[in-house]
């Protein structure tokens, strides 16, 4: 009985962090666009084009060009430009532009715009998704 309850903690454990490891596949009009791999970097049609660290720092060629805060502050070279908030709620200057919903829909101006995938029912992956629209898309 030990055994097989020490080896359904391990798998419950093991379900548990594989799932936090997860890579964030973001697809817009149903095909892929972009992927947060479980280490921060991001990829764009398959290419590496930066990454996302732990802290909220964001690097473009190994350059930080901006950061999401713990609070979800938005700062592109040190400026506040907008923030993501807990209910996922993205904004510039203020003003609402769009939202990451739990189940992963992305929403632009109240619009469906696409979908990420592994995600979204913590404000981590959150910040995570929203640095990705910030800035690494045209779109936001």
Known sequence: MRKLSALLTGLCFTLLAGSALADIE?????SSWARIENDGTVRIGGSSVGKIENDGTVRKNGSSIGRVESDGTIREHGSSVGRVENDGTI?????????????GDIRKNGSGWGHASSCCGDFGSKRSVAALLVFFSDYF
């Open 26 to 30: 973001v697809r817009k009009n149903g």
């Open 91 to 103: 904004r510039k200057n203020g003003s609402s532009i769009g939202r990451i919903e739990n189940d």
